[in-house]
């Protein structure tokens, strides 16, 4: 087991830059998992990690060895891929066995490793069977049992469950979960589902445009992003932005001219906000935190008609056309009664709103909302 | 009658069809298209009957009229005579040998080269691909005359002197020019097909580049390896053209000049032709035969997505 350091990595292919100077550390026995949307360089991140693909400029370490210069074997990690990678031509138990056997490893030690590993992952009845009479979910636990026999100090995942119908990604998540608290074997993982990250990730580093936006435990990431992409990112259905000219009322209260109707800012975002006085600022507020408010207009409730009911079971979605004509999403309680057409008023709870700069994007409230957190 | 007519009406109710008229709509047409197969296959495999028919023949009775198509007096005479009076062994190895050299060097050099125009991203791997083939886009009767003034005067190499004319090596680089283009072009494709992953895994688990391709990837192109295989063998062993030009005796040519010298300017040795033909003609069936799988699954693979 060690720990991975990235710093400033950097990886370019003719004229496009993969990935652009990131660093990043991944503490022993984290799982750490790399999200973003296709091309942000996720998956080259995971490639230079695992010597399949040679840095540009910067430095990769594992445990405290400089990597950079040594092969993929010679980096003591296994890796899962996208395809699962299956030899199609040997069995499963010769699948297991390759890698070992190619390090020499002595023959006992390879069978009670092989033994291990398909009774952890219940696969001992499939062993003498080919890769194309198993299953789906089979073949991704083979793939993840030539990982394991391996005992490497990391393990890389490249979207290991992306191939599998729903209901078996979400029983593959819960195995994988559990398989990391057994084996607490440092996972690097990548993948551009955000729920996937979410649940398994003790550590979240959401990347765009080959840089990493930010990193951070799953929920304060969430609650917390930095910028108007991460925002945006996680969280389905996103984040909404509602875009405001920020001045102050007759009372000296900072708030947000949305248009038609006025948004109060909570005060304690005053010294954050008061230099973009004047100035357009982007409001965000994630679907979950909006609220229909029975009680008629008050401070921070918004009017607006429902354009698209969507059940989802848990909850509800409801498409919502504000009276300044934007179109944002309310996630609701799935009892409510309210029909296309309808007039609703909504409330936006004061703890969960986020505000932005347009121009660059960058959280105007992160730090402060950080800190309200450190001292709760 | 009856019985007939109602077993005739379950049959049609059992196969879903409504009226008699379907039913006889449909039977017409599957006759139609017997006949049409049948007439085809008669048109393959007559002229290998009627040689293998000949073949057996006694030499007096090959010419009698009226021609008879099953074999009255069969007899080994005529394929116990070519060996005897002819040096057909010496025919017999020069074409295995020739043929079976061209298949191991195409397979060879075609599957090496092929993986790395599949794998390895150099500069101007395009073109060269395209000029590799494209080479054998060249009709060959084009080249008949460059490779015969080549092969009697080659460029001296190393002090090395003399003539390739009317040797195994002249035919087997000739052969080996033909057929090297076709073999680069399946296996790359072949390897086309193969995910890149798995490479990559190979390397995982401990190997270098070359073995990840010997002992994964060179194993599961073994479809591919069987199909190009018998493409070069069986052109090679079939060719005529430029044995001909290229050889003039038993030490270098190949069967089918061999049975080609039965033809004399005023008379055909039919009976001797045909049991030489026999001879030539047999590696090819008996490969088409239990190879023809491979053949069709080296040639399809990467066509589709699977």
């Not at chain 1, 499963?92 to 291990?116: A, K, S, W, Y």
């Not at chain 1, 599998?164 to 994988?176: C, F, N, S, T």
């Not at chain 1, 008061?274 to 965000?284: A, N, P, R």
Request: proline residues 5%; glycine residues 6%; negative net charge.
């Amino acid at each position: 087991m060690a720990h991975v350091e990235l710093n400033d990595l950097v990886k370019e292919f003719d004229d496009v830059t993969a990935v652009d100077g990131i660093s990043l550390d991944i503490p022993d026995e984290s799982f750490t998992v790399f999200v973003g949307p296709s091309g942000c360089g996720k998956t080259t991140t995971l490639r230079l990690i695992a010597g399949l693909e040679r840095a540009t400029d910067g430095e990769i370490r594992i445990g405290d060895e400089v990597v950079n210069d040594r092969r993929a074997y010679e980096r003591d990690i296994a890796m899962v891929f996208q395809n699962y990678a299956l030899y199609p031509h040997k069995t499963v138990r010769e699948n297991m066995r390759f890698g070992l056997e190619q390090h020499d490893t002595p023959e006992d030690v390879i069978t009670e490793r092989v033994t291990e590993a398909a009774e952890l992952l219940q696969i001992q009845d499939l062993l003498e069977r080919k890769p194309s009479e198993l299953s789906g979910g089979q073949q991704q636990r083979v793939a993840l049992g030539r990982a394991i026999v391996r005992d490497p100090a990391v393990f890389l995942m490249d979207e290991p469950l992306s191939n599998l119908d729903a209901k078996l990604r979400v029983q593959m998540r819960a195995e994988l979960n559990k398989l990391h608290e057994e084996l607490s074997t440092t996972t690097v993982y990548v993948t551009h589902d955000q729920v996937e990250a979410m649940t398994l990730a003790d550590q979240i580093a959401v990347m765009d445009d080959g840089q990493i936006q930010q990193v951070g435990a799953p929920t304060h990431v969430y609650s917390n992003p930095r910028n108007m992409f991460v925002a945006g990112f996680l969280g389905s259905p996103s984040m909404n932005f509602i875009e405001g000219t920020l001045e102050r009322d007759s009372a000296g209260k900072l708030q947000l001219d949305i248009g038609t109707e006025t948004h109060d800012v909570p005060d304690e975002f005053d010294d954050e906000l008061e230099s973009y006085l004047g100035d357009e600022v982007v409001l965000g507020i994630r679907p979950e935190n909006i609220s229909l408010n029975q009680d008629g207009i008050a401070a921070n409730v918004h009017p607006a008609t429902v354009q698209v009911v969507e059940p989802q079971g848990e909850k509800t979605v409801l498409e919502v056309g504000l009276d300044t004509g934007q179109t944002i999403k309310a996630a609701v309680d799935p009892d409510t009664t309210v029909q296309m057409g309808d007039s609703v008023n909504l409330r936006f709870d004061r703890d969960s709103l986020q505000y932005f700069d347009p121009q660059t994007g960058e959280s105007l409230t992160y730090e402060s909302k950080s800190e309200q957190k450190l001292t709760a | 009658m009856s019985t007939k007519q109602s077993t005739l009406g379950q049959l049609i109710a059992a196969l879903g069809l409504d009226t008699e008229n379907e039913w006889s709509h449909v039977v017409r047409e599957r006759l139609v298209a017997y006949a049409l197969l049948g007439l085809y296959v008669f048109v393959i495999w007559f002229p290998i009957y009627f040689i293998f028919i000949t073949s057996i023949k006694p030499t007096s009775a090959v010419l009698d009229i009226p021609i008879s198509f099953l074999p009255t007096q069969p007899t080994v005479s005529n394929y116990v005579e070519i060996f005897q009076n002819r040096p057909f062994e010496l025919y017999t190895l020069n074409s295995l040998i020739v043929a079976s050299t061209t298949t191991v060097i195409c397979v060879t050099l075609g599957t090496v080269t092929g993986y790395s125009f599949s794998r390895y991203d150099f500069v101007g791997n395009k073109t060269l691909l395209l000029s590799i083939v494209g080479a054998r886009m060249i009709p060959p009767i084009a080249l008949i005359v460059p490779f015969f003034s080549i092969m009697s005067n080659p460029p001296l190499i190393g002090g090395l002197t003399g003539s390739l004319y009317d040797t195994r090596i002249a035919l087997i680089l000739t052969y080996t020019f033909f057929n090297l283009p076709f073999a680069v072009w399946i296996m790359k494709n072949y390897f086309d097909g193969v995910p890149e992953s798995l490479d990559e895994q190979a390397r995982i688990d401990g190997c270098s580049r070359w073995e990840g391709f010997v002992k994964i990837i060179l194993p599961m192109a073994k479809p591919g390896i069987a199909a190009t295989a018998i493409l070069a063998f069986i052109f090679s062993w079939n060719e005529f053209v430029f044995a001909l030009v290229l050889t003039s005796s038993e030490q270098a040519q190949t069967l089918p000049i061999a049975v080609s010298l039965f033809v004399a300017d005023d008379f055909v040795d039919w009976a001797h032709l045909a049991a030489g033909g026999m001879i030539a003609a047999l590696p090819g069936i008996l490969f088409g035969l239990f190879f023809q799988q491979y053949i069709v699954s080296g040639l399809t693979q990467g066509a589709v997505k699977e």
